[in-house]
């Protein structure tokens, strides 16, 4: 039976190895090809080695921060799509994020189905907008 996210390559960015297993190991079973890595260095070299559909990236990481992660992965034209996870329930930090090219914010802890639901929602999303981009160029 065919999972929820067959196919998709995504990174997943923390370094909290329980959190991060759990992650992996519900993205796997919806059928996604996951790595993942702990730190924001790591997360920079990741998508430059080859870039990702989705990242999952918590905000406080070691290295660099989710910010500069956020800051350096996105604004390309095959910019990823990114989910950040954080504890932080501030405000600020996620209007931050959102003026950095966010996709999405979640506040941990996130429940799997809720990081599962919101990545195939996105992808859904996306392939709307490049629909409707081809559609328009025609």
Known sequence: ???????????????????AEAMDVVLRSEGADT?????GNAAILACQDGMPDVVVLDMMLPRRSGFL?????????DSPLVIMVTANEG?????????LGVDDYLIKPVPMGKLVETTVAL?????????????SDE
Do not use: S
Not at 1 to 19: A, F, H, S, T, Y
Not at 69 to 77: A, M
């Open 35 to 39: 790595h993942t890595v702990a730190d």
């Open 1 to 19: 039976m065919p999972g929820k996210l067959d196919g998709v390559r995504i990174l997943i960015v923390d370094d909290d190895r329980d959190v």
């Open 69 to 77: 992660v956020l800051e350096k992965i996105k604004g390309h034209e």
């Open 91 to 99: 405000k600020r930090h996620q209007a931050y994020a959102e003026n």
């Open 123 to 135: 992808l859904k999303q996306r392939e709307e907008e490049e629909d409707d981009a081809d559609d």
